[in-house]
């Protein structure tokens, strides 16, 4: 039963919920709610979850009076946020218990409490609301039935939230990253700097996120660089998974990609034979069925890109770009124009890296997430264990270890130049927002100098190594930074490129290079970390003595 609430009612509502709602807990992140569930309303950036317990008012009925309010948590407050607790009302309401009259009472005189229905053979019994209405708390939150009532609790923030982030302009390119292109170092195109990260143990894996808007229609754009392969020479037996999930819809897919060749391939290949690919669907939010999808979606085939470093047919390196159109009207059981997900979704890989013998590696994020068995066609389940939130953003979310401009450095106190004669010592000071201590080589950091003309390339000569700049031993607790260091000294023939005005007695003289270089700095890990990004740059002049 349903019907408007009566003032009286309307305050014995708002008495029960307002004692119910706990405040937010501390430490956390930004949880964004869908609009539907906004009875768990969005936590606070320094908020763990709100602990809504939504109860019905449990009123007192006098025999042969009137029946009590059966109302729903939708009629009462639709947005626990909005409301502060009023210091009167619970005073002047009436909270009073819940009633269970006999079986076998004068049916006509019975009139049950609300949360309970009559029954001829039990009198009054308890509704079970979280059964007969299962979607009554609403996705972000688990429904309990308690006698005569129910609660609502809103589940907690996800831990691993993500944020897709626009691309960060690298030189004078304001583009995406050239995940198209067959250049042999597509990998490392600056623009990936402001991608979203997770980077696995030992740096063997990385993967990379971004999303961009072409002719109105969004795209992300992905990217997996397996770096430490050590078996398989027919190649078939390297291959990644990838899925997408929304929650709202209860609908999905996900997209299977095999390496299919123990040769060298370039960077970018997307010729058939190097790779084959696979696409499933789910429109359910039970059952565990992923049906396949036939024929593959074209996108599917035509926006992958491929590359592997491969001898004697052993390939020690292989990585995948994938660009996925998102936000179209196709539905998931046939996304021909690409996949039907709206700006925050769920998201889970696998990679399936064959390791010497028979052994096989698999990199999986959330590393929480159950195996996948093909055998048996199972698949991890983003309805038991989420899949990891992804959301489309203008800027990087600020949960997971973070870098700026502003963080790189030489000098300590800052100082944004290079000497032309002395040590430069390079600092990277990367915070951690991950929610956790990390170790303190558990980032590193590699620095680049890049050149309008002449392009980027790694600082050398440099000791210790700007290629792979470590930080101290001790371990950075949450809120704290890196301080990750390198030192290069320019050689003569450096100073004369760079200054000419200065140093100009080298022969034969160097390509000029700019006097106000560019510092790209990108970071990886030796363990699983996330990065909500995972680079940055900074111009510095190049200034004598």
């Given at each position: 039963m349903?019907r408007?609430?009566?003032?009286?009612?309307?305050?014995?509502?708002?008495c029960?919920?307002?004692?119910?709602?706990?405040?937010?807990?501390?430490?956390?992140?930004n949880c964004?709610?869908?609009?539907?569930?906004?009875?768990?309303?969005?936590?606070a950036?320094?908020?763990k979850?709100?602990d809504?317990?939504?109860?019905?008012?449990?009123?007192?009925?006098?025999?042969?009076?009137?029946?009590?309010?059966?109302a729903?948590?939708d009629?009462?407050?639709?947005?626990?946020?909005?409301?502060?607790?009023p210091?009167?009302?619970?005073?002047?309401?009436s909270?009073?218990?819940?009633?269970?009259?006999?079986a076998g009472?004068?049916?006509?005189?019975?009139?049950?409490?609300?949360?309970y229905?009559?029954?001829?053979?039990?009198?009054?019994?308890?509704i079970?609301?979280?059964?007969?209405?299962?979607?009554?708390?609403?996705?972000?939150?688990s429904c309990?039935?308690?006698?005569?009532?129910f609660?609502?609790?809103?589940?907690?923030?996800a831990?691993?939230?993500t944020?897709?982030?626009?691309?960060?302009?690298?030189?004078?390119?304001?583009?995406?990253?050239?995940?198209?292109?067959?250049q042999?170092?597509?990998?490392?195109?600056?623009?990936?700097?402001?991608?979203?990260?997770?980077?696995?143990?030992?740096?063997?894996?990385?993967?990379?996120?971004?999303?961009?808007?072409?002719?109105g229609?969004?795209?992300l754009?992905?990217?997996?660089d397996?770096?430490?392969?050590?078996?398989?020479?027919?190649?078939n037996?390297?291959?990644?998974?990838v899925?997408?999930?929304?929650?709202?819809?209860?609908?999905?897919?996900?997209i299977?990609?095999?390496?299919?060749?123990?040769?060298?391939?370039?960077?970018?290949?997307?010729a058939?034979?190097?790779?084959?690919?696979?696409m499933?669907?789910?429109?359910?939010?039970?059952?565990?069925?992923?049906?396949?999808?036939?024929?593959v979606?074209p996108?599917?085939?035509?926006?992958?890109r491929?590359?592997?470093?491969?001898?004697?047919?052993?390939?020690?390196?292989?990585?995948?770009?994938?660009?996925?159109?998102i936000?179209?009207?196709?539905?998931?059981s046939?996304?021909?124009?690409?996949?039907p997900?709206?700006?925050?979704?769920r998201m889970?890989?696998?990679?399936?890296v064959e390791?010497?013998?028979?052994?096989?590696?698999?990199?999986?994020?959330?590393t929480?997430?159950?195996?996948?068995?093909e055998t048996?066609g199972?698949?991890?389940?983003?309805?038991?264990?989420?899949?990891?939130?992804?959301?489309l953003?203008?800027?990087?979310?600020t949960r997971?270890?973070?870098l700026?401009?502003t963080?790189?450095?030489t000098?300590?106190?800052?100082?944004?130049?290079?000497?032309?004669?002395?040590?430069n010592?390079?600092?990277?000071?990367?915070r951690?927002?991950?929610?956790?201590?990390l170790?303190g080589?558990?980032?590193?950091?590699?620095?680049?100098?890049v050149d309008?003309d002449a392009?980027?390339?790694?600082?050398?000569p440099?000791?210790?190594?700007?290629a792979?700049?470590?930080?101290?031993?001790?371990?950075v607790?949450?809120?704290?930074s890196?301080?990750?260091?390198?030192?290069?000294?320019?050689?003569?023939?450096?100073r004369?490129?760079?200054?000419?005005?200065?140093?100009?007695?080298?022969?034969?003289?160097?390509a000029?290079?700019?006097?106000?270089p560019?510092?790209?700095?990108e970071?990886?890990?030796t363990?699983?970390?996330?990065?909500?990004?995972?680079?940055a740059?900074?111009?510095?002049?190049?200034?004598?003595?």
């Amino acid at each position: 039963m349903r019907r408007s609430l009566d003032r009286a009612d309307a305050a014995l509502w708002a008495c029960f919920f307002m004692l119910a709602c706990s405040a937010c807990v501390p430490p956390t992140i930004n949880c964004t709610r869908q609009p539907f569930d906004a009875r768990c309303p969005q936590c606070a950036s320094d908020a763990k979850h709100m602990d809504a317990r939504c109860r019905k008012a449990s009123a007192k009925v006098d025999a042969g009076t009137r029946n009590a309010s059966d109302a729903s948590v939708d009629d009462a407050q639709r947005d626990a946020g909005s409301h502060s607790r009023p210091g009167d009302a619970c005073a002047s309401a009436s909270c009073m218990d819940s009633r269970s009259p006999d079986a076998g009472a004068d049916d006509a005189a019975v009139v049950c409490p609300s949360g309970y229905k009559r029954t001829a053979a039990n009198g009054c019994v308890d509704i079970d609301e979280c059964k007969d209405q299962p979607k009554l708390c609403g996705a972000y939150a688990s429904c309990s039935n308690t006698s005569g009532s129910f609660s609502c609790q809103c589940k907690a923030c996800a831990s691993a939230d993500t944020c897709a982030p626009i691309p960060i302009p690298s030189v004078s390119v304001d583009q995406v990253p050239a995940w198209w292109d067959g250049q042999s170092a597509a990998m490392d195109d600056l623009r990936w700097q402001g991608a979203m990260s997770y980077g696995h143990v030992n740096n063997d894996a990385q993967f990379r996120a971004l999303y961009y808007v072409d002719s109105g229609q969004k795209y992300l754009v992905l990217s997996w660089d397996v770096k430490a392969d050590s078996g398989g020479s027919s190649g078939n037996q390297d291959y990644m998974f990838v899925g997408f999930w929304d929650p709202v819809t209860s609908s999905g897919n996900i997209i299977k990609i095999v390496r299919n060749t123990g040769a060298s391939v370039a960077d970018g290949t997307s010729a058939a034979g190097a790779f084959t690919a696979e696409m499933r669907y789910r429109n359910s939010g039970t059952g565990i069925n992923w049906d396949i999808v036939l024929p593959v979606s074209p996108w599917v085939t035509s926006d992958v890109r491929f590359g592997a470093t491969c001898a004697t047919g052993l390939c020690t390196r292989w990585n995948v770009r994938l660009r996925v159109p998102i936000g179209t009207a196709s539905p998931a059981s046939n996304p021909a124009a690409g996949l039907p997900l709206p700006d925050s979704f769920r998201m889970w890989y696998e990679l399936h890296v064959e390791d010497a013998g028979a052994s096989m590696v698999r990199y999986k994020w959330p590393t929480g997430a159950g195996a996948v068995d093909e055998t048996i066609g199972l698949y991890p389940d983003p309805m038991t264990t989420p899949w990891n939130r992804v959301t489309l953003a203008d800027e990087p979310c600020t949960r997971g270890v973070s870098l700026s401009a502003t963080d790189i450095s030489t000098g300590d106190p800052a100082i944004e130049q290079i000497s032309l004669t002395g040590v430069n010592w390079f600092h990277v000071r990367a915070r951690n927002t991950t929610g956790a201590s990390l170790a303190g080589q558990a980032v590193v950091a590699r620095l680049r100098i890049v050149d309008p003309d002449a392009g980027a390339v790694d600082i050398n000569p440099s000791s210790p190594s700007c290629a792979r700049a470590l930080g101290g031993a001790a371990d950075v607790p949450v809120g704290a930074s890196f301080d990750m260091t390198c030192s290069w000294q320019l050689s003569a023939n450096q100073r004369c490129a760079y200054r000419p005005d200065i140093y100009g007695g080298c022969g034969p003289m160097p390509a000029r290079l700019s006097a106000r270089p560019r510092i790209v700095a990108e970071l990886s890990s030796t363990s699983d970390v996330l990065f909500n990004t995972v680079g940055a740059a900074i111009d510095m002049d190049v200034v004598a003595p």
